[in-house]
């Protein structure tokens, strides 16, 4: 699985967190997402999908 997100996209909130909280954080100074894994473990696979499904800027592809 493959992750790429789009910072420049990013709208600041924080579902991706909520659905992924291993995978993705926030800037402190902005709210825009950090990829914190880019390679995470395919038990993670669900939701990290989920967080691509619900972020309202279309910022996260997943790549399988």
Not at 50 to 63: D, K, N, T, Y
Request: proline fraction near 5%.
């Amino acid at each position: 699985m493959k992750i790429i997100i789009d910072q420049d996209k990013c709208v600041a909130s924080g579902q991706c967190v909520t659905a992924a909280v291993d995978v993705f954080d926030q800037r402190d100074e902005d709210g825009i997402v950090v990829l914190l894994n880019d390679n995470p473990p395919d038990d993670l696979a669900a939701d990290v999908h989920q967080a691509a499904a619900v972020c309202p800027a279309l910022a996260i592809v997943v790549e399988d």
